[in-house]
């Protein structure tokens, strides 16, 4: 199970960048995969997620109210790769940002949970001035 985060900076405040996770095949088919981050001296937190639950044609699409409107997740299933669009960044939005995912099969709390997921990527560094 490996996935790699890319395209973290720096950003001036009021710019953009998007991330990428690279996932493998088997990652790929969990039913739930998902971005976080961590500032320093805070507490990972979930940033957003797509959950397709049973594996039913329906993508659910979950973010944390603090990027509502700003942040868009997507993925490119030919690419296995998951993307983080950041639009409109501010200095709050500094810090390490992780892909993770889950098998299925998985104790369930929630898509914006870190104790949902069980795989994780290294992180790609955020830094808004």
């Known amino acids: 199970v490996q996935l790699v985060e890319s395209g973290g900076g720096s950003v001036q405040a009021g710019g953009s960048l998007r991330l990428s996770c690279s996932a493998s095949?088997?990652?790929?088919?969990?039913?739930?995969i998902g971005w976080f981050r961590q500032a320093p001296g805070k507490e990972r937190e979930g940033v957003a997620a797509?959950?397709?639950?049973?594996?039913?044609?329906?993508?659910?699409?979950y973010y944390a109210d603090s990027v509502k409107g700003r942040f868009t997740i997507s993925q490119d299933n030919a690419k296995n790769t998951v993307y983080l669009q950041m639009n409109s960044l501010n200095p709050e939005d500094t810090a390490m940002y992780y892909c993770?995912?889950?098998?299925?099969?998985?104790?369930?709390?929630?898509?914006?949970?870190?104790?949902?997921?069980?795989?994780w990527g290294q992180g790609t560094q955020v830094t808004v001035s």
């Open positions: 993770a995912t889950r098998p299925s099969s998985g104790s369930w709390f929630g898509p914006l949970q870190l104790k949902s997921y069980n795989y």
């Open positions: 095949e088997y990652t790929y088919r969990s039913d739930s």
């Open positions: 797509r959950y397709t639950g049973d594996g039913g044609p329906v993508t659910s699409i």
